[in-house]
């Protein structure tokens, strides 16, 4: 079975819009990583998140992550059509994906 | 550009046959995964290698098997294919450490006739 498994499995906005997505995951955790996924390429890392850590930013992308509920959310702020794609959430011990969710953005 | 490079790009080949996949990862990585991502099931982890040893198994068929060898590269060996196994097969890559950052390869998309 996945570890990670992502809500919403596809998500429609308009640019400019603000786009979260939620991560969850099974068993404890060192870290969990985000990773992104253009149409039939490889997927890129992100970010990484901590299991001690709470929140974390980079650009405009924000991760928080609640080990109690062994959840995660990516927030995409002010969106771009260059952020359509899918993303993926796995944990580091072992690096299982979900199905990911499919974002749109329209210009 | 990942540093992770795989080979062929793409390959189309009839049921029933075997076929290898290859893939060089990072310079000074240890640890090699293999994903296969279908329409519809998504990404798959298939198996992991770490220097030489098999390390993690996922959900990889009997007809399926990988081996890394002494120079890090690693291949993906799919025999008696299906019509079902057509997908894009990704290899990834990550260092020593327990923050493991996985660097993914193109892709080798297997077309199955």
Not at chain 1, 57 to 84: E, M, Q, Y
Not at chain 2, 96 to 106: K, L, T
Request: aromatic share 8%; hydrophobic share 30%.
């Amino acid at each position: 079975s996945q570890q990670g498994e992502e809500d919403p499995q596809a998500l429609s906005i308009q640019e400019g819009e603000n786009a979260t997505m939620n991560c969850s995951y099974k068993t404890s955790i060192n870290n969990l990583q985000w990773y992104r996924q253009n149409s039939g390429r490889g997927l890129v890392h992100l970010i990484l998140i901590r299991s001690n850590e709470r929140e974390k930013h980079s650009g405009r992308l924000r991760v928080t992550l609640d080990t109690s509920k062994k959840s995660s959310s990516l927030l995409i702020t002010a969106s771009r059509a260059a952020d359509t794609a899918s993303y993926f959430c796995a944990s580091d011990n072992d690096m299982r994906f979900g199905a990911g969710t499919r974002l749109t953005v329209k210009p | 550009d990942s540093g992770v490079t795989q080979t062929p790009k793409h390959l189309i080949t009839a049921t029933g046959q075997r076929v290898t996949l290859r893939c060089s990862p990072r310079s000074g990585d240890l640890s090699v995964y293999w994903y296969q991502q279908s329409l519809d099931q998504g990404l798959q982890f298939l198996i992991q290698y770490y220097n030489g040893e098999e390390r993690a198994k996922g959900n990889i068929l009997e007809r399926f098997s990988a081996q890394q060898f002494p120079d890090l590269h690693s291949e993906l060996n799919l025999s008696s294919l299906e019509l079902g196994d057509s997908a894009l097969y990704f290899c990834a890559s990550s260092s020593v450490g327990i923050y493991n950052e996985q660097f993914f390869g193109p892709g080798t998309r297997l077309t199955v006739l």
